[in-house]
């Protein structure tokens, strides 16, 4: 990869990460992600431009603000970081961009902002997963298959059996246990990653997260982090096992054919 396009990706993809640390802190709040601009949280002062450059405040800044010297979340340098790194490596991938670089390019940047509001708020805001929906319908049009998206039927099956399947566990957990288990999010995301990735991927997806989110809460509550009852942010681990499942979509594809799907 040529040094200035690196250098020029790795900017972009810390100006988008920036921005998906306002949705992140706004959208499950119901804020405006325009106005105002950003602000600390402590002392709510509005934060000037010198202030905010993506990641390298953050590092001159020593993590804290620049007014009230309280520190700053984490969270914001990981998702700038992590935002860049997704540009890469899906550069990396194709070595040139074109419609599949920039649909997976949305799609990935849909899912961090998705997993860092599941991971603070336990919420997964409609505004991310209905853009999901609307530019996944719109991939199905322009974009023809690949490794990765299987073709168009396949997806819209994926929408309509994710939604269904994740409701009706929902539906039977309520009644047996008369509360909520699982929240409508989780379902709608479901559908917004089986309407990408095909029905097929929902298999994979499915088992993964639920051995990951068994894994974790266990973990927890051993270490006396988490009641037995405690809430733990479904969302997250879908998008762990999507991640995980696009990852290693080859190996599974061969799986699938070879004792699944002939």
Excluded at 93 to 113: D, P, V
Excluded at 230 to 258: D, E, K, N, V, W
Aim: with cysteine.
């Amino acid at each position: 990869m040529d040094f200035l396009l690196l250098i020029i990706l790795i900017c972009i993809g810390l100006i988008l990460g920036s921005f998906c640390t306002v949705c992140v802190n706004r959208l499950p709040q119901n804020l405006s992600i325009i106005k105002p601009r950003s602000f600390c949280i402590n002392c709510k002062k509005t934060i000037q431009w010198f202030h905010n450059i993506p990641l390298f405040s953050f590092i001159f800044l020593k993590g804290k603000c620049g007014y009230c010297q309280k520190k700053i979340s984490w969270i914001y340098p990981v998702i700038e970081m992590t935002t860049a790194f997704s540009l890469i490596i899906l550069y990396f991938y194709f070595k040139t961009i074109h419609f599949e670089f920039i649909f997976l390019s949305l799609f990935f940047l849909s899912l961090i902002i998705l997993f860092f509001c599941d991971f603070k708020f336990f919420l997964l805001p409609n505004t991310i997963i209905f853009f999901l929906y609307a530019i996944g319908l719109l991939r199905c049009l322009v974009s023809p298959d690949s490794i990765f998206f299987s073709s168009s039927i396949d997806c819209l099956i994926g929408f309509v059996v994710g939604i269904g399947f994740l409701y009706f566990f929902a539906k039977i957990y309520q009644i047996i246990r008369k509360k909520e288990g699982m929240g409508m999010g989780d379902v709608k995301l479901l559908g917004a990653l089986g309407l990408w990735l095909g029905w097929k991927s929902l298999f994979f997806i499915i088992i993964v997260s639920a051995l990951l989110g068994i894994l974790v809460g266990l973990t927890a509550v051993l270490l006396g982090k988490m009641q037995i009852q405690g809430r733990i942010p479904y969302g997250c681990f879908l998008i762990m096992a999507t991640i995980l499942y696009m990852a290693f979509i080859s190996s599974i594809t061969s799986f699938y054919q070879t004792y699944m799907f002939v």
